[in-house]
């Protein structure tokens, strides 16, 4: 089983639409959790910290499932500029060092 | 200010040359990672530096692959007798302290192609 897993898609959504990614982790252990988003061809850039009480940045919301291992990405009204890769990163303590896994991405596409 | 900085940003080379490729990370920041990045996939963890050293080197692939850090700031990874499957882009990344909570910057990338 991968460290981290995420659904690759592409989701292809309208605009307007609401869209939601999971990614599941195998580490019980790991603390800490973050959502980056990468647009074609670029490097990837900070969306958000997934804390456990769950967080929302405007049209964004992170939410946290330690008992099933699992982190989620909600985007309510997709916008055309949302279309990118979003990549689930998660963080573990290991041996005296923070061990740093990203997930593969998961591809948002949002059509007009 | 200044982010992490990459250089070259893009590499052609022969089969069988080596190459260095060299990441001026975020001044101060304590830890550096560097990434592989095949062509429409996600990121290949490399290798981990804490100041100078790195304790995770886990992801180089094979030997022809090192890195190091100096001043614990400027890294440099080195691919020997390159391959074509080595071409992908290399990303590398700064965050502040070790403590877990910190984001990673990332740099622009080199774009490494090998003939």
């Known amino acids: 089983r991968k460290e981290v897993e995420q659904d690759p898609g592409p989701f292809n959504v309208p605009e307007g639409a609401t869209v939601a990614f999971n990614c599941t982790y195998s580490?019980?252990?790991?603390?800490?959790f973050f959502w980056y988003r990468q647009d074609c061809r670029k490097e990837p850039k900070l969306l958000m910290s997934v804390y456990s009480s769950g967080n929302e940045d405007g049209r964004f919301t992170a939410q946290l499932n330690r008992a099933s291992q699992y982190i989620s990405l909600l985007i309510r009204d997709s916008k055309l500029s949302d279309s990118a890769t979003y990549l689930c990163v998660v963080k573990a303590y290991s041996g005296g060092y923070q061990k740093v896994t990203f997930g593969t991405g998961t591809k948002l596409q949002v059509i007009p | 200010g200044a982010g992490v900085s990459q250089s070259p940003s893009n590499k052609v080379t022969e089969k069988g040359k080596d190459v260095e490729l060299r990441c001026d990370p975020i001044?101060?920041?304590?830890?550096l990672y560097w990434y592989r990045q095949r062509l429409g996939q996600g990121l290949e963890f490399l290798i981990y530096?804490?100041?100078?050293?790195?304790?995770?080197k886990s992801g180089l692939p094979s030997d022809r692959f090192s890195a190091e850090r100096t001043g614990e700031s400027v890294s440099t990874l080195t691919i020997q007798r390159t391959q074509q499957e080595d071409s992908a882009v290399y990303l590398c990344?700064?965050?502040?302290?070790?403590?877990?909570?910190?984001?990673?910057?990332f740099g622009p990338g080199t774009r490494l192609t090998v003939t």
């Open positions: 530096f804490q100041g100078n050293s790195a304790p995770d």
């Open positions: 990344a700064s965050s502040p302290q070790r403590v877990a909570d910190y984001e990673q910057y």
């Open positions: 580490n019980s252990a790991s603390q800490s």
């Open positions: 001044s101060g920041h304590t830890a």
